[in-house]
Nanobody, 116 residues
Framework: QVQLVESGGGLVQPGGSLKLSCAAS????????MRWYRQAPGKERELVAD????????NYAGSVKGRFTISRDNAKNMLYLQMNSLKPEDTAVYYC?????????WGQGTQVTVSS
């Protein structure tokens, strides 16, 4: 059974940090391109960051570049998103996503709220 389980979300003050984790199971994690998406209330889901399998190149949305860092641990089947200098506009549900060809998996999401 394929599972992507996000954790680490919560309420944080502006300027604070959070580290999201995504635990993967039920598929060959190392073969999948992994991504983080987010969806704010009333907005479309947007790609936040991804990490290419070949070369390990990381790509970020312009709004988070320099503040967020995506990483993965293939030995542990884990994906991470370190979020620093958080802003109120980062408030959203964050989703872990796995892609390999036509196979696409999603987690259930974790809420991140940035507010004073």
């Amino acid at each position: 059974q394929v599972q992507l389980v996000e954790s680490g979300g919560g309420l944080v003050q502006p300027g604070g940090s959070l580290k999201l984790s995504c635990a993967a199971s039920g598929f060959t994690f190392s073969r999948f391109t992994m991504r983080w998406y987010r969806q704010a209330p009333g907005k479309e889901r947007e790609l936040v960051a991804d990490m290419l399998l070949v070369g390990g190149r990381r790509n970020y949305a312009g709004s988070v570049k320099g503040r967020f860092t995506i990483s993965r641990d293939n030995a542990k089947n884990m994906l991470y998103l370190q979020m620093n200098s958080l802003k109120p506009e980062d408030t959203a549900v964050y989703y872990c996503n796995a892609i390999y060809g036509s196979l696409v998996y999603w987690g259930q999401g974790t809420q991140v709220t940035v507010s004073s």
